[in-house]
């Protein structure tokens, strides 16, 4: 009521009663409180800011890239210096789509300008066809240039990962092959499929190119020398197991991505079953010594020349080897009966034993997938007289190299592989053979390569005091052998402190004529292959490889 | 002690702030230097391939018939010897010691 009256008289009177009064409130704020929120602001704005910073930061399109997760992508391989053996790199094809060709005459007359090589009636013929149709596949930079400032709507680059390999037929079968769907069929490229797709990295491998150029090329000279159906060479580091190289021959050239249907394509080296013969005599005298029945100085006295066992009977090699001789006499001069009688000293359980522990009569684990394995069979009397000598089993070149490194390195245990390992990834040596066999047995070897006596004279190659074992052996066939050979020469060097294991296979070589041998244990020559044995052929072969591949494993520093 | 305490936390965040700051600012001129140092590397195993395949095995033994023919000899490696410093002096031995081992 008192408002209303109040107005009532202003009314009256035209008075403006305005004046500014301070308001009064019941309301209370502190001023911490004021700042309290001001701090809240603060520090919201602060924490935006730092939001705001973070979302600013710049985003590498390179992080995005390193993961390989691209279509096609599988990661480079190269050798132990670092040499590519395989590149992935983007290449562009052209395809073409006549039906949005501004004018088809000129687009002709660009592309023979600009590719003049092509068959442009058949170009022609698909262009008026109007389906779109691949031009041209892995065109260069330059090229590409060309045609799209050609301008015309219906060239259709596309760019695809294409997987080259600068070395060629070299590393083939190491290498292996992928399918069309970027997948790995052979070789490190189907076991290391996954990995490979996966890897930012280059997968370093344990060879080396040179080296195996090398080996490969005297292998290809005598594959036409001595006509052998297939080659196979390993070199292998006796103390780690690090395969420098690994070559089967034939080969096939991987950039031509052809599927390989013929079985002489195998790789001879780790698919390769084969009866290498008296290469097995060291294993033999080797656990002889192991289980303390023999010494090299043991002698075997009135050594018959031909012993019966069931229907087969076993025949010395050479007739003039005398009756009596030692363990060491034995080796040297590869004595058949000699080493079924050691045998027949060891007894099944314990020679069976030591070849398991060598690893040469199980399927081995590799780091390829195509890997051989051994036929089984069963212990006999015969049987055992036949393994003694290196008949009646069968084992896998990479097998043999394993069983030598062993052998030769004071006992231990070695995993052969391709792939290259961080030293701090070596196991620890284990020994799985007594201490002092090694110095037993590679005087003999050597003895083998440099006395008269032996059998691998060819293989004496000046300075790299090569020692060794040869193995020839007729090939299986239905119902017994046939005329066909397979000549083995397992040789480790050098032999007073050995490094390298080399392995060389000749499967079904023949004699040559007119192939001069140039004597290495006394002076002149001989013309023409005089047996069709190992120490004419494989030891040869092996010979000329040190020789040439020798002087870069003696003066290129490797590691381990 | 209150005040103390906001201000104390206040302070942190503040450094926080400032430290994440620059720490962002040498993020990007890693991630700068990153995406310079990317396409020199492709370009660097785009070199190296080449190199690879100019100076393969395959290519050298071409090269040496194709312009040395007569040039390079293979030497023995009886023959080659290793120089070795000895206080002073001169050691030349064979890098190979021939080892009577027969």
């Known amino acids: 009521m008192t408002i209303n009256n109040k107005k009532n008289i202003i009314l009256e009177e035209y008075e403006n009663e305005f004046s500014y009064k301070?308001?009064?409130?019941?309301?209370?704020?502190?001023f911490n409180r004021i700042a309290f929120i001001f701090f809240i602001f603060l520090m919201i704005s602060i924490i935006y800011s730092i939001q705001l910073l973070h979302l600013g930061s710049l985003k590498s399109d390179g992080e995005v890239k390193s993961i390989p997760s691209i279509k096609d992508y599988r990661a480079d391989i190269v050798d132990r210096n670092g040499n590519y053996l395989v590149k992935t790199v983007s290449s562009i094809d052209i395809g073409i789509s006549p039906l949005e060709a501004i004018d088809k005459e000129k687009l002709l007359i660009n592309l023979k300008w600009i590719f003049p090589k092509k068959n442009y009636v058949e170009v022609e013929k698909k262009l008026n066809k109007n389906n779109f149709f691949k031009f041209e596949k892995t065109i260069s930079l330059i090229n590409y240039q060309k045609i799209m400032?050609?301008?015309?709507?219906?060239?259709?680059?596309?760019?695809?990962?294409?997987?080259?390999?600068?070395?060629?037929?070299l590393f083939s079968h190491i290498i292996g092959q992928i399918d069309n769907e970027n997948n790995g069929i052979s070789g490190l490229e189907k076991s290391f499929d996954e990995e490979l797709k996966q890897r930012n990295k280059p997968l370093q491998l344990t060879v080396d190119t040179d080296i195996q150029f090398l080996i490969r090329e005297e292998l290809v000279r005598f594959q036409s020398i001595f006509r052998s159906k297939g080659s196979a060479a390993i070199l292998m580091n006796v103390n780690n197991g690090e395969i420098i190289s690994m070559v089967s021959y034939p080969d096939f050239d991987l950039n031509k991505r052809e599927k390989v249907v013929d079985l002489n394509f195998i790789n001879?080296?780790?698919?390769?079953?084969?009866?290498?013969?008296?290469?097995?005599?060291?294993?033999?005298?080797?656990?002889?010594?192991?289980?303390?029945?023999?010494?090299?100085?043991?002698?075997?006295?009135?050594?018959?020349?031909?012993l019966q066992c069931g229907k087969n009977s076993i025949n010395e090699y050479d007739n003039k080897i005398p009756s009596n001789l030692t363990v060491e006499q034995i080796l040297i001069r590869s004595g058949n009966v000699g080493s079924v009688r050691i045998g027949q000293r060891l007894k099944t359980i314990k020679l069976k034993t030591f070849l398991e522990k060598i690893g040469v009569l199980k399927k081995i684990k590799f780091d390829i997938e195509e890997v051989g394995e051994p036929i089984l069979f069963k212990w006999g009397k015969c049987k055992l007289a036949t393994v003694s000598y290196g008949h009646g089993i069968t084992t896998t070149p990479l097998q043999l190299a394993k069983a030598y490194a062993i052998i030769s390195n004071g006992g231990f245990d070695v995993e052969p592989s391709l792939i290259k390992k961080d030293l701090e990834n070596y196991q620890q040596k284990k020994r799985i053979i007594k201490a002092g066999i090694s110095e037993k047995i590679n005087p003999i070897l050597r003895k083998i390569v440099a006395t008269k006596e032996g059998t691998a004279?060819?293989?004496?190659?000046?300075?790299?005091?090569?020692?060794?074992?040869?193995?020839?052996?007729?090939?299986?066939?239905?119902?017994?052998y046939s005329n066909a050979k397979v000549n083995t020469f397992a040789g480790v060097f050098p032999i007073s402190n050995p490094k390298y294991v080399l392995i060389v296979l000749l499967?079904?070589?023949?004699?040559?004529?007119?192939?001069?041998?140039?004597?290495?244990?006394?002076?002149?020559?001989?013309?023409?292959?005089?047996f069709n044995t190992a120490g004419w052929t494989s030891v040869e072969v092996a010979g000329k490889i040190i020789e040439k591949i020798g002087p870069i494993l003696a003066t290129k520093h490797m590691e381990n | 002690m209150k005040q103390?305490?906001?201000?104390?936390?206040?302070?942190?965040?503040?450094?926080?702030?400032?430290?994440?700051?620059?720490?962002k600012e040498i993020e990007d001129q890693i991630l700068a230097i990153n995406?310079?140092?990317?396409?020199?590397?492709?370009?660097?195993?785009?070199?190296?391939?080449?190199?690879?395949?100019?100076?393969?095995?395959?290519?050298?033994?071409?090269?040496?018939?194709?312009?040395?023919?007569?040039?390079?000899?293979?030497?023995?490696?009886?023959?080659?010897?290793?120089?070795?410093?000895?206080?002073?002096?001169?050691?030349?031995?064979?890098?190979?010691?021939?080892?009577?081992?027969?």
């Open chain 1, 507 to 530: 499967d079904e070589p023949k004699t040559s004529s007119d192939y001069v041998y140039e004597y290495k244990n006394k002076k002149g020559s001989y013309t023409g292959t005089p």
């Open chain 1, 457 to 480: 004279g060819l293989a004496n190659i000046e300075g790299y005091e090569v020692g060794g074992k040869t193995g020839t052996a007729n090939k299986t066939s239905i119902g017994g």
């Open chain 1, 22 to 30: 301070k308001s009064k409130t019941n309301l209370d704020i502190q």
């Open chain 1, 268 to 306: 001879r080296a780790t698919k390769g079953v084969y009866e290498l013969g008296s290469v097995f005599k060291t294993f033999t005298v080797a656990a002889g010594l192991e289980e303390g029945l023999i010494d090299t100085d043991t002698e075997f006295l009135n050594l018959e020349k031909r």
């Open chain 1, 149 to 169: 400032s050609l301008g015309d709507k219906s060239i259709r680059p596309e760019e695809k990962l294409t997987r080259i390999y600068p070395q060629k037929n």
């Open chain 2, 35 to 102: 995406e310079s140092i990317r396409p020199l590397k492709s370009e660097l195993e785009d070199v190296l391939l080449e190199f690879n395949y100019l100076s393969s095995p395959e290519k050298l033994v071409q090269y040496q018939t194709q312009y040395f023919e007569k040039d390079l000899i293979k030497i023995e490696i009886m023959k080659i010897k290793e120089i070795i410093e000895n206080d002073e002096n001169l050691e030349i031995n064979n890098f190979i010691i021939k080892n009577d081992n027969k």
């Open chain 2, 4 to 23: 103390l305490a906001l201000a104390a936390i206040f302070v942190l965040i503040l450094i926080t702030s400032l430290v994440k700051n620059s720490t």
